[in-house]
Each structure stands twice: as C-alpha cells, then as structure tokens.
C-alpha cells in the first residue's frame, strides 16, 4: 500500500460522489490544518524561476532556530514536507525493532516497515517515534516518559506541538540520537506548500540532508516559510483563537451528546455511540469529518473555518 | 560533501561580491533554465491551503503522459524536482557497480556514492545512467548505444530533452529495469517549483513513490505544472525561440574567439583559451558563466534573456 493509499482520512472526493456538492463547497473537518492560514506574502519572480537560494535557505532556517528556540548543539534543515523526512529517517541506522507507542499517525510505521523494521507498541528497541502531541488523542510526552530511554534513534513527532509551544521537547534535539521534527503546514494552514523541518544530531541531519538531495525546498516555500515563521504576533494571536475555537466546538459537540476525548487545539477527538452514523449525519450537511478503522466510537473533527461554524451548528441541533 | 555544496556551477552570490552589483542584477548565464519561463497562471487558494489533491495529482500526470508520450506500458510519478529522484535511485536495487559515461551531471554518481556503489565511465555493470542529451556537451545516446546493454537498471536522465522532443528515448521506459527521467524547472524556466518525473518500469515506479513518502508536489506544483505540460503551442514555440537564440549566441562568441562544442539550446559549450579569464571578463560586466573543474578551456553558457544581450554583446565587443 502506498502513501496516497492509506488512511490519513481524507476522502473527501469519494464524499462529493455520495453525498453530492462539489469540493469547494463542503467544510473539509476531516484534516488538522489550521482553516485561517498565515496570509501568503508576495512571492518575488526569481523564487519560482531560479533554483532554491543559499541565500533565502539560511533565511528560513534562521528564522526556524529562533520560532522554536533550537539549542546550538543541534542541527537543522528543511524538506518539502515532514512526510518527506519520515519516510527517510528508517534508512538512516541498521534496521531493527521500533517502537512506536499506538495508536497514532501511521506513516511513520509504514516508513519503517518499508526499511524492514519490526515495529512495537511497547517495549525494548533501537529506536523510538513518539508523536508529541499525540494525533489523534493529544497524548502529550516529557523526556522522561519515553517507552525505550536507550534507544539508538529516537523521533519526537511535534507537527502538532506549535499549539503547545511551552510543551515543546525542542532541548532534547540537542541529544544524540534525537530528531526533532516540524510541521509547517498545519498550524500556519499552508499544507500544499510543502515544508518540514528536521532538528537534531548533526550526524543524523547530515545523512538525512544527502538522502534528500540539493533544493529540497521549492522558492515560494522558502520565501512563505521565513515571513510565517519570523511573525511571533501572528502565531500568538493564532494560538489563542484556536483555543477559543476548540473551546466552541467541545461545548457545540457536548451539547449534541459527544464525548471530548482530548486532541490538540488543531483538531478535537469525540466518543460517540455510532462515529459512523455522525459522520452520515453531518456529511448530509457537507461537513466531512474523520473515523478510525481500529474505534468505531471515535470521531475527529478539525476545526471549522469561521463561515463554516453557521452550517455545523445546523447539523448539530 | 553534500548536494548543496557539490559545483553545480552556481556560486552567483560569491561573484556579487567579489566584483559588485546585487544578484538581481546580474545576468546569470551559469545555469541552463531557460530565462523566459512559462508565465505562471493564478493559484488557486486551495492549492497552498490544503494537501496536496489526489484529483489534480491525477490532472498533472495525464498532462505529462500526452506531453511526453508516454507508452500505455510505463509508470510514471512526479517528484519535487529530478533531484529528490536522483538521490533515491541508488537504493532501488542491490548496489553494485555503475557505469556513468562522463563528464556529465555530477548528482548521479554523488547519489550512487553515498549508496555503497562503485563508479566507473566505461564496462560491464548492474546499473548505468546517460545523460540525454548530455550535460554540457550535448552529447545524444540512443538505445542501441547505451554503454552497458544488459543493465539490471537503466537511469535516461532527458532533464535537456524537451529541446530535442524527436530523439527521446521515452518508448524504452516500457522495457524493465529501465526509468527515463524529466525534468520541469529547465525548459519551462521555473526551476523554483520543484517539479521532476520518473517514467518507466512499474515496479520500480512503486519502489521510488513509497521512498518519497506521500504528497511528494506541492500544491502550486501541481496546478502549474498541469497548464504548462498541456500548452503544446508555447512549447512550440519556445523551442524555436531557443533555437534562434543559440545560434545567435554561438556567432557572438564565435566572432570572439570561442569555439563551439555543443551543448543543447538551454546552454552552449565553448572551447576558449582561458576559461578563467573569460569567466573573470564576463563577471566584470555582471554576467556569470560556468567554469569546470575538469578542463581549464571549456567555458559553458545558458541563453540570455532578452534584456541581456545587449550587455554580453558590450562584454564581447
């Protein structure tokens, strides 16, 4: 099974064919991107034309070290995506046994099956991925609660942590054997751009570098990517709208006989009798939202973009 | 060394400095991107909001199939540039030895290195790669002249061959163990989008999408990429434009004292005396060309944009 093949919800086109209504026009909840994205800035001419800048790179990575506080002592770059550094990190030390504390994102197990790892749960290994906070339940992690403290290798998933940036384990990147690893798609609502970032032992940053090839980053990213990243007031006042905005929605949820489960501020997980029947439900009022294959009693549901909390409303009364 | 710090010519910013001027204003004839790159149509807000569509993945690969002819046998995937292909190739299959005729493209054998393989220029071997036409001297291969005829893996890098749309080798990406390579950011002159493909074998097309991870293209990618592979005319015409242009460039340099050894019309290869004192000549009028570390009289140029002629004829006057 590939990438595009696994859940990862979605599945909004085969949502359209059911239930009518054209892409546009549904309210999509079924994602964690922030629905009210950083403004993209003008992107000059030569950041489409000319290959990736040194120039504008060290720009965007100088602006990441400062957003997320990095320790000197570690290393940092940037690719067109997490994604595309989770499917690279199995390839970095001998394969072995990895544990991966479920349930959770499933790309990072896919990844390292692909490389031929025996993945955990629980228990012994040579390396370790944590999603900090946990998607979909909001399982937050301390340095001291990592299931293998031995381990060879070890991934702190934070492309939801922006939300909780006080939480961020950003001082362990500075440890061998650690990678830190960010998200720019979802908390500044850019997903299509494409951009990542992995933080962590020069070693394991200078290999995971070769792996990707030069100009892992397109222009408009690196130009998008270092204004997002530079702007402190813009990521504060987000953060507390979408505290207030995951607040509306657990009481709208409650009050329509939902239980929160937890999640982030980017996206909120319910209890519900029948997650099948809500989804049913709200997808006849265009709201797309996401169930799990191994708990037919969970729902996710991002958050709504402001013209789409009138609809929800609706569905739910 | 790294992708970022191999020669790839380049090194604009350190001529800026050492003889004035701001990068913005010099001619930058070091690369091969055609300098009247396609004019980008408007993006749609979703395109960078949300991940990457599955429905315009879809729309962008059917645009390439036509474009290039693809054979009804052949896979084909698109990437964040030919480098992000390049870099995973190696890992495909079990390493071995591989024949690369040089001089050429330096990331292949960079990439085959950093995979445990052994280089070579000639003779037997389980992989080979060609650079169709070659980069920088223009060289063309045909099936019948590969250096190594029964390959395990076969790698057609045609990055330059949308100049030269008739000698494709595209009909041998049918035949196992065999990927052609292509390139967006060259002939389209958008090098900054990210955009590269993989045709050929489709088990190894599987293989190289799972090591990308998903949602490989950015948003913009996609919707850009699709108008410009399906808008035959400007390609038409563009050729012709390239064409014209190079041979004005070769009598330009011809007049003064350079012999033309070929190259492809995204870029010319001269013979000169002294490489490095024309590339200093050149730079004195703020016009970067490309020197190579390996012969001390080629000197390689890209076309000029239209604004710039006037100042490379001043230069050679």
């Known amino acids: 099974m590939t990438g595009q093949e696994r859940d990862h919800g979605g599945g909004i086109d085969a949502a359209c064919a059911r239930y009518g209504g054209s892409r ?3 309210a999509d909840l079924s994602t964690g991107i922030n629905p009210h994205p950083y403004p993209i800035p003008s992107v000059p001419q030569e950041a489409w034309t000319a290959l990736p800048d040194q120039t504008a790179l060290a720009q965007l990575i100088a602006a990441a070290r400062t957003c997320w506080n990095v320790p000197d ?3 940092i770059m940037a690719a067109s995506g ?3 550094l989770i499917a690279q990190i199995p390839g970095l030390i001998a394969k072995g046994r990895v544990t991966i504390p479920g349930p959770t994102y499933n790309e990072h197990a ?3 099956r692909a490389y031929g790892w025996e993945i955990a749960d629980t ?3 040579q390396a370790q991925v944590i999603v900090h906070p946990n998607n979909p339940d909001g399982r937050v992690w301390t340095t001291q ?4 403290p031995d381990a060879d290798l070890t991934v702190i998933d934070e492309s939801f942590c922006d939300t909780l940036p006080a939480q961020s384990l950003i001082a362990a990147s500075k440890e061998k054997g650690t990678l830190v690893l960010k998200s720019f798609g979802k908390f500044w609502g850019l997903a299509g751009l494409r951009l990542g970032f992995a933080i962590g032992d020069p070693t394991l940053i200078a290999r995971l570098r070769d792996r990707l090839g030069p100009w892992a980053v397109a222009g408009p ?3 998008i990517g270092a204004a997002a990243l530079r702007d402190h007031a813009w990521a504060e006042q987000t953060r507390r709208r979408l505290t207030e905005d995951s607040a509306r929605l657990d009481r709208l949820m409650q009050r329509a006989g939902a239980d929160p489960l937890g999640g982030t501020t980017l ?3 319910y209890r519900v009798e029948d997650a099948a029947a809500w989804q049913d439900r709200l997808a006849r009022h265009h709201i797309w939202s996401r169930c799990f294959p191994y708990d037919a009693q969970w729902l996710r549901l991002g958050l709504p973009h402001t013209l789409h909390w009138p609809r929800l409303e609706a569905a739910l009364a």
């Open 110 to 112: 896919a990844a390292f």
């Open 145 to 148: 609660s990592l299931p293998v």
């Open 123 to 125: 228990g012994a290994a």
């Open 73 to 75: 002592g570690a290393a």
């Open 82 to 84: 997490a994604s595309a």
């Open 267 to 269: 996206f909120r997980l």
């Open 24 to 26: 546009i026009g549904w």
């Open 221 to 223: 990213a690196l130009t």
